[in-house]
């Protein structure tokens, strides 16, 4: 048998080099750590434009509830003036139908700017913003349209604030 010389072991290298030059592994380590924060980063800022865009949506939605809730005082006092300008049209007190259509004309240029739109009524009757509160035989309409209006309807941008109250034909 012959022997063999001993081998010496094999050193792995030195320990941690101090040197601030990254190596190929510590730059990809760096890379990693640089893709984290940027998409960390990312995240943060569409959560941050959601909650900005649904405090904006919030703030529209409570701002309608509002002008809702003002409207709906408002529609009693645009009914009473239109029943004071009937009246005064009756008597023929010009200065009184005047004075009255002013308010109303005013009044419902306010609730106008504000949003408020009258209700259709011509035409088919439609259960979404019709109320019929009577129904009646009519020779010169179809069955199903509106043949008088009772009381008119009002609507706030999509939302029925009151359904115009009609009588519709059979």
């Not at 009002?154 to 939302?159: A, E, K, N, S, V």
Request: aromatic share 2%.
């Amino acid at each position: 048998m012959t022997e063999q010389p001993e081998k010496a072991p094999v050193s792995e290298g030195p320990g941690p080099v101090s040197d601030t030059r990254p190596g190929p592994d510590r730059t990809a380590e760096l890379e990693q750590e640089r893709d984290d924060y940027l998409d960390a980063l990312q995240r943060l800022k569409a959560e941050f434009d959601n909650f900005r865009k649904r405090t904006a949506r919030e703030h529209e939605a409570m701002s309608a509830r509002a002008n809702e809730a003002l409207l709906r005082e408002l529609l009693p006092i645009l009914d009473d003036l239109e029943r004071a300008l009937e009246a005064a049209e009756e008597h023929e007190e010009a200065k009184l139908e005047e004075g009255v259509r002013l308010v109303q004309r005013s009044l419902a240029d306010t609730a106008r700017k504000h949003g408020l739109e009258e209700i259709e009524t011509d035409g088919a009757f439609d259960p979404h913003v019709h109320e019929a509160l009577l129904a009646q035989p009519a020779d010169d309409a179809e069955p199903g349209s509106v043949v008088q209006v009772l009381q008119k309807g009002y609507r706030l941008g999509d939302r029925v604030l009151r359904p115009a109250r009609v009588v519709v034909a059979e």
